[in-house]
């Protein structure tokens, strides 16, 4: 964008106006450039133009937190200029980012040329700023302190659940081998491995609360990784009312494939759960192949997701509709999709369906 268009320029009138333009400096950052650190003496107003910046702070030496973004056509940098003070946070731009940079001393200048009105208006905005970023602070503590408390919940959950898994495992392990009946073996491996997934999705919610997936890449055909998926929930699905459709292709690609299953689970699940028992309920898991990775479309006809929560559905804690629900089946997927270097997204449509896309890229 140009500069004239940017909104800080809007508070003042034409001559101030052009006269802080005359007086700005371009400045093209690469990603990760860090214009100032939290106490930094103000020296000047910050306008993006292009890119993003992120205002940081940092709660301890090797954390940092990102308290808001700056899109372009806004602004950061006026509150140390008026209150004399040092910085209140860190600015580092997110991605290739052009900003203006207008010194203290011009807009200083400016805001004693220009009536008080302009003064109050800039107040004004700062005050509707601090107002938002207030509400994103203790949404944020909110969510960390919920964080907190599901990490400590798997690592009981993991503990006490340890002993008698391993107790089940081995039953399951000794009645496989004292018997001939290849029905009661197929049985004893299901058994073997729900175990595992359970165990597995306690380990998923640690390292979820942790924020820190860990992987266990292995190449797996496509066609393995659904015939899988079918093999443990096929029952489950059929029990439900719902059908089933399943397009598989032979495309290897080097994946954690108990993560990836828990994915599909998590969106089949939710499918299934939002057909509600209701006759003629269609799942379709899709694969395609494509240049660098592969496709996994999971495809439904029911209700849709509702609007309510169709922009922070992959939020921690977003749910709806769903006695049994916690909120974090789709948070814990795209995590698990982006710690593979790919993506998740959905599209859906009231009273039509929904398919979530999953791109899976080659390790």
Known sequence: MELHENRFLSFFGESTRRALESRATIRDLTDGTLLFEEG???????????????????????KEQVLAKVAPGDYFGEVGILDNSGRSTGARASGPTRVAAINRTAVEEALHAEPPQVTIRLFQRILEYLRSTNDRFVSELVRKEKMQFIGEMAGAIIHDFKSPMTGILIAAQFIAKQVEDPKVRHWCDLIEQQINRMIAMAHELLDYSRGSPSLDRKPIRISDLIAKFVSLNG??????????????IDTEICLDANRVLRVLQNLVGNAVDAFGGKPGGIVEIIAQAAEGGAWLMVRDNGPGIPEKIRDRLFEPFITHGKSHGT????????SIIEAHGGQLSFQTETGKGTIFFIWLPQA
């Open 235 to 248: 029952d489950f699905i059929e029990k439900s009312g719902a059908v089933l459709r399943t397009y598989p």
């Open 40 to 62: 930094d003496p103000p020296d000047c107003v910050y306008l993006v133009l292009d890119g993003e910046i992120a205002l940081i702070k940092r709660p301890t030496a090797e």
């Open 327 to 334: 909120g974090l089946g789709t948070a814990i997927a795209k």
